[in-house]
Nanobody
Framework: QVQFVESGGGSAQPGGSLRLSCAVS????????MGWYRQAPGKQRELVAT???????IYADSVKGRFTISRDNAKNTVYLQMSSLKPEDTAVYYC????????WGQGTQVTVSS
């Protein structure tokens, strides 16, 4: 079983920034590609950003140019820097393996409102 512990969420105004962190209990190098997901009220969970083992990144169109995903393999930690936040970014954010995600953590709530 893998544990994912997300942190760094909170409240922000539109246009603001937040940085999320995800501590993983196993080697993320061995896991491979990692992703940040989010689930808004009444909606399905969606993948918003991916970082491969080597550091290549892929983003959903909705966050491209505003979010930056990164990883520190030595610390088994994945990050999501969020800028130019919009109210529609409000959701619970989770990290997990990009392929076959399992053992979801509690997530961290991000609320964007004025």
């Amino acid at each position: 079983q893998v544990q994912f512990v997300e942190s760094g969420g909170g409240s922000a105004q539109p246009g603001g920034s937040l940085r999320l962190s995800c501590a993983v209990s196993r080697s993320i190098f061995n896991i491979g590609a990692m992703g940040w997901y989010r689930q808004a009220p009444g909606k399905q969970r969606e993948l918003v950003a991916t970082v491969t083992r080597s550091g290549n990144t892929i983003y959903a169109d909705s966050v491209k140019g505003r979010f930056t995903i990164s990883r520190d393999n030595a610390k088994n930690t994945v990050y999501l820097q969020m800028s130019s936040l919009k109210p529609e970014d409000t959701a619970v954010y989770y990290c997990n393996a990009k392929n076959s995600p399992v053992d979801w953590g509690q997530g961290t709530q991000v609320t964007v409102s004025s």
